[in-house]
T-cell receptor, first 114, second 112 residues
Framework: AQKVTQAQTEISVVEKEDVTLDCVYE???????LFWYKQPPSGELVFLIR??????QNEISGRYSWNFQKSTSSFNFTITASQVVDSAVYFC???????????FGQGTELSVKP | DTEVTQTPKHLVMGMTNKKSLKCEQH?????MYWYKQKAKKPPELMFV???????INESVPSRFSPECPNSSLLNLHLHALQPEDSALYLC???????????FGPGTRLTVL
Protein backbone atom coordinates (compact mmCIF):
# COMPACT_ATOMS: atom_id res chain seq x y z
CA ALA A 1 0.00 0.00 0.00
CA GLN A 2 1.12 3.53 -0.66
CA LYS A 3 1.61 5.95 2.18
CA VAL A 4 3.06 9.41 2.75
CA THR A 5 4.21 10.57 6.18
CA GLN A 6 4.83 14.17 7.14
CA ALA A 7 5.89 13.85 10.75
CA GLN A 8 5.99 17.59 11.43
CA THR A 9 2.44 18.79 12.07
CA GLU A 10 3.36 22.41 12.76
CA ILE A 11 6.57 24.42 12.39
CA SER A 12 7.07 27.99 13.50
CA VAL A 13 10.08 30.04 12.41
CA VAL A 14 11.13 33.66 12.36
CA GLU A 15 11.52 35.42 9.03
CA LYS A 16 14.85 34.79 7.25
CA GLU A 17 15.38 31.43 8.95
CA ASP A 18 15.85 28.36 6.78
CA VAL A 19 13.32 25.58 7.29
CA THR A 20 13.09 21.99 6.05
CA LEU A 21 9.83 20.10 5.70
CA ASP A 22 10.20 16.34 5.86
CA CYS A 23 8.38 13.81 3.70
CA VAL A 24 8.78 10.02 3.83
CA TYR A 25 6.88 7.77 1.45
CA GLU A 26 6.13 4.08 1.02
CA UNK A 27 5.33 2.33 -2.24
CA UNK A 28 5.95 -1.01 -3.92
CA UNK A 29 5.83 0.52 -7.40
CA UNK A 30 9.07 1.01 -9.27
CA UNK A 31 7.61 3.92 -11.22
CA UNK A 32 5.92 6.64 -9.22
CA UNK A 33 5.70 10.41 -8.88
CA LEU A 34 6.23 12.70 -5.91
CA PHE A 35 4.74 16.16 -5.50
CA TRP A 36 4.73 19.12 -3.17
CA TYR A 37 1.74 21.44 -2.91
CA LYS A 38 1.25 24.67 -0.93
CA GLN A 39 -2.12 25.60 0.55
CA PRO A 40 -2.26 29.18 1.83
CA PRO A 41 -5.11 30.35 4.08
CA SER A 42 -7.16 31.22 0.99
CA GLY A 43 -7.58 27.48 0.41
CA GLU A 44 -6.30 26.94 -3.11
CA LEU A 45 -3.71 24.19 -3.54
CA VAL A 46 -0.70 25.47 -5.46
CA PHE A 47 1.51 23.00 -7.32
CA LEU A 48 5.22 23.43 -6.48
CA ILE A 49 7.11 20.48 -7.93
CA ARG A 50 6.83 17.00 -9.41
CA UNK A 51 9.59 14.41 -9.28
CA UNK A 52 9.71 11.09 -11.18
CA UNK A 53 11.00 8.01 -9.37
CA UNK A 54 13.78 7.53 -11.92
CA UNK A 55 15.11 11.07 -11.53
CA UNK A 56 16.95 11.59 -8.25
CA GLN A 57 18.41 14.95 -9.16
CA ASN A 58 17.83 17.59 -6.55
CA GLU A 59 16.08 20.74 -7.66
CA ILE A 60 16.39 24.39 -6.76
CA SER A 61 13.90 27.09 -7.66
CA GLY A 62 14.69 30.45 -6.13
CA ARG A 63 14.47 30.08 -2.34
CA TYR A 64 12.97 26.59 -2.65
CA SER A 65 14.95 23.37 -2.95
CA TRP A 66 14.03 19.71 -2.89
CA ASN A 67 16.12 16.71 -1.86
CA PHE A 68 14.92 13.35 -3.26
CA GLN A 69 16.62 10.25 -1.84
CA LYS A 70 15.30 6.86 -2.91
CA SER A 71 17.60 5.07 -0.47
CA THR A 72 15.69 6.60 2.46
CA SER A 73 12.34 7.04 0.63
CA SER A 74 12.41 10.72 1.40
CA PHE A 75 11.52 13.85 -0.54
CA ASN A 76 12.33 16.82 1.68
CA PHE A 77 11.60 20.46 0.95
CA THR A 78 13.76 23.36 2.15
CA ILE A 79 12.83 27.03 2.14
CA THR A 80 15.84 29.32 2.44
CA ALA A 81 15.47 32.74 4.06
CA SER A 82 11.79 32.20 4.83
CA GLN A 83 9.28 35.02 4.40
CA VAL A 84 5.88 35.71 5.96
CA VAL A 85 4.24 34.89 2.60
CA ASP A 86 5.57 31.32 2.95
CA SER A 87 3.10 30.74 5.79
CA ALA A 88 0.81 27.95 4.60
CA VAL A 89 0.09 24.26 4.89
CA TYR A 90 2.45 22.20 2.73
CA PHE A 91 1.44 18.79 1.44
CA CYS A 92 3.71 16.10 0.08
CA UNK A 93 1.94 13.62 -2.23
CA UNK A 94 2.64 10.39 -4.10
CA UNK A 95 0.98 8.89 -7.15
CA UNK A 96 1.27 5.69 -9.15
CA UNK A 97 2.43 5.67 -12.74
CA UNK A 98 -1.13 5.76 -14.07
CA UNK A 99 -4.56 6.50 -12.68
CA UNK A 100 -4.22 9.95 -11.19
CA UNK A 101 -4.79 9.04 -7.56
CA UNK A 102 -2.75 11.34 -5.33
CA UNK A 103 -1.91 10.02 -1.86
CA PHE A 104 -1.38 13.05 0.37
CA GLY A 105 0.54 13.29 3.60
CA GLN A 106 -1.21 14.92 6.56
CA GLY A 107 0.43 18.24 5.80
CA THR A 108 2.81 20.51 7.68
CA GLU A 109 1.54 23.89 8.79
CA LEU A 110 4.35 26.42 8.47
CA SER A 111 4.08 29.71 10.30
CA VAL A 112 6.68 32.37 9.49
CA LYS A 113 6.65 35.25 11.94
CA PRO A 114 8.06 38.71 11.18
CA ASP B 1 -5.66 30.51 -19.78
CA THR B 2 -3.77 28.59 -17.10
CA GLU B 3 -6.30 28.25 -14.35
CA VAL B 4 -9.08 26.08 -13.05
CA THR B 5 -12.24 27.94 -12.10
CA GLN B 6 -14.94 26.77 -9.73
CA THR B 7 -18.41 28.12 -9.03
CA PRO B 8 -19.90 28.94 -6.67
CA LYS B 9 -17.27 29.96 -4.11
CA HIS B 10 -19.65 29.36 -1.22
CA LEU B 11 -22.81 27.28 -1.02
CA VAL B 12 -25.24 26.76 1.83
CA MET B 13 -27.89 24.12 1.32
CA GLY B 14 -30.48 22.19 3.25
CA MET B 15 -30.55 18.42 3.43
CA THR B 16 -33.45 18.21 0.95
CA ASN B 17 -31.97 20.56 -1.65
CA LYS B 18 -30.45 19.70 -5.00
CA LYS B 19 -27.48 21.77 -6.10
CA SER B 20 -24.51 21.52 -8.46
CA LEU B 21 -20.86 22.52 -8.31
CA LYS B 22 -19.16 23.53 -11.53
CA CYS B 23 -15.53 23.33 -12.59
CA GLU B 24 -13.96 24.57 -15.81
CA GLN B 25 -10.50 24.51 -17.37
CA HIS B 26 -9.25 25.64 -20.76
CA UNK B 27 -5.75 24.21 -20.64
CA UNK B 28 -6.56 21.23 -22.89
CA UNK B 29 -6.19 18.86 -19.94
CA UNK B 30 -7.77 15.44 -20.42
CA UNK B 31 -8.03 14.41 -16.77
CA MET B 32 -10.24 16.09 -14.18
CA TYR B 33 -10.78 15.37 -10.50
CA TRP B 34 -13.06 16.06 -7.55
CA TYR B 35 -11.63 16.16 -4.03
CA LYS B 36 -13.22 16.74 -0.64
CA GLN B 37 -11.24 18.46 2.11
CA LYS B 38 -12.22 18.80 5.75
CA ALA B 39 -10.58 21.35 8.00
CA LYS B 40 -7.01 20.51 9.03
CA LYS B 41 -7.00 17.41 6.81
CA PRO B 42 -5.48 16.61 3.41
CA PRO B 43 -7.71 16.47 0.33
CA GLU B 44 -9.45 13.15 -0.27
CA LEU B 45 -10.00 11.98 -3.83
CA MET B 46 -13.62 11.42 -4.81
CA PHE B 47 -13.69 10.96 -8.60
CA VAL B 48 -11.34 10.93 -11.58
CA UNK B 49 -12.38 11.51 -15.18
CA UNK B 50 -9.94 10.60 -17.91
CA UNK B 51 -10.85 11.53 -21.49
CA UNK B 52 -14.37 12.33 -20.26
CA UNK B 53 -14.89 8.85 -18.86
CA UNK B 54 -15.19 8.10 -15.15
CA UNK B 55 -12.06 6.13 -14.30
CA ILE B 56 -12.02 6.23 -10.49
CA ASN B 57 -14.88 6.42 -7.98
CA GLU B 58 -13.52 6.21 -4.46
CA SER B 59 -16.67 4.56 -3.08
CA VAL B 60 -18.40 7.91 -2.82
CA PRO B 61 -22.06 7.85 -1.64
CA SER B 62 -24.60 8.14 -4.44
CA ARG B 63 -25.83 11.49 -3.10
CA PHE B 64 -22.77 12.84 -4.96
CA SER B 65 -23.11 12.44 -8.72
CA PRO B 66 -20.32 13.58 -11.06
CA GLU B 67 -20.75 14.55 -14.68
CA CYS B 68 -18.25 15.44 -17.39
CA PRO B 69 -20.22 17.03 -20.29
CA ASN B 70 -17.04 17.77 -22.28
CA SER B 71 -13.28 17.89 -21.86
CA SER B 72 -13.36 21.37 -20.27
CA LEU B 73 -16.23 20.99 -17.83
CA LEU B 74 -16.80 18.95 -14.71
CA ASN B 75 -19.90 19.07 -12.55
CA LEU B 76 -20.73 17.59 -9.19
CA HIS B 77 -24.45 17.17 -8.54
CA LEU B 78 -25.51 17.15 -4.90
CA HIS B 79 -28.72 15.71 -3.53
CA ALA B 80 -29.93 14.87 -0.01
CA LEU B 81 -26.62 15.72 1.60
CA GLN B 82 -25.84 15.32 5.28
CA PRO B 83 -24.31 17.92 7.61
CA GLU B 84 -21.10 15.85 7.69
CA ASP B 85 -20.72 16.53 3.95
CA SER B 86 -19.89 20.14 4.79
CA ALA B 87 -16.35 20.69 3.48
CA LEU B 88 -14.21 22.41 0.87
CA TYR B 89 -14.73 20.77 -2.52
CA LEU B 90 -11.75 21.08 -4.81
CA CYS B 91 -11.61 20.46 -8.52
CA UNK B 92 -8.33 19.75 -10.32
CA UNK B 93 -7.15 19.00 -13.82
CA UNK B 94 -4.02 17.55 -15.38
CA UNK B 95 -2.73 16.96 -18.88
CA UNK B 96 -3.01 13.20 -18.44
CA UNK B 97 -3.85 11.18 -15.35
CA UNK B 98 -0.19 10.82 -14.34
CA UNK B 99 0.81 14.49 -14.64
CA UNK B 100 0.80 17.18 -11.97
CA UNK B 101 -2.66 18.35 -11.01
CA UNK B 102 -3.70 21.99 -10.98
CA PHE B 103 -6.36 22.92 -8.48
CA GLY B 104 -9.19 25.41 -8.50
CA PRO B 105 -9.96 27.69 -5.54
CA GLY B 106 -12.66 25.36 -4.24
CA THR B 107 -16.29 25.61 -3.20
CA ARG B 108 -16.94 25.88 0.51
CA LEU B 109 -20.10 23.87 1.14
CA THR B 110 -22.22 24.05 4.26
CA VAL B 111 -25.10 21.61 4.72
CA LEU B 112 -27.66 22.64 7.31
Amino acid sequence: AQKVTQAQTEISVVEKEDVTLDCVYETRDTTYYLFWYKQPPSGELVFLIRRNSFDEQNEISGRYSWNFQKSTSSFNFTITASQVVDSAVYFCALSEARGGKLIFGQGTELSVKP
Amino acid sequence: DTEVTQTPKHLVMGMTNKKSLKCEQHMGHRAMYWYKQKAKKPPELMFVYSYEKLSINESVPSRFSPECPNSSLLNLHLHALQPEDSALYLCASSQRDYNEQFFGPGTRLTVL
